[in-house]
């Protein structure tokens, strides 16, 4: 009975331990949702459901140092693309739906 107490012991621990790695971005953008918020994705802008709000879309191009953000729409790939002013120079802007903001 205690062997089968020590081995649910460790089994759960093993799991508890393996919930906790995380996710970092690939490639092929196929990473969650926010996985790592200080980070890029080097294939944004990733396609996917967006469920950032206008406002919560504009706040966060803003936020990342843009001025004047216009023109804010959501594209059928589910990626915000707007028109906003960075360091003198008009730019266009994609926020994706893991949050990672690129200027074409």
Not at 26 to 49: K, W
Not at 67 to 77: A, F, R, Y
């Amino acid at each position: 009975m205690k062997n089968m107490i020590i081995v649910a012991a460790a089994l759960m621990s093993a799991v508890a331990t393996a919930s906790l790695a995380q996710t970092t971005p690939s490639s092929e953008g196929d990473t969650p949702a926010v996985a790592t918020p200080d980070a890029q994705n080097p294939a944004a802008p990733v396609a996917g459901a967006n469920s950032f709000t206008e406002a919560q879309a504009k706040a966060r191009i803003e936020e990342a140092g843009y001025t004047e953000v216009s023109s804010l729409k959501l594209d059928d790939k589910g990626v915000w693309q707007a028109t906003a002013m960075k360091d003198g120079k008009s730019v266009s802007v994609a926020l994706d739906y893991q949050g990672n903001i690129t200027a074409q």
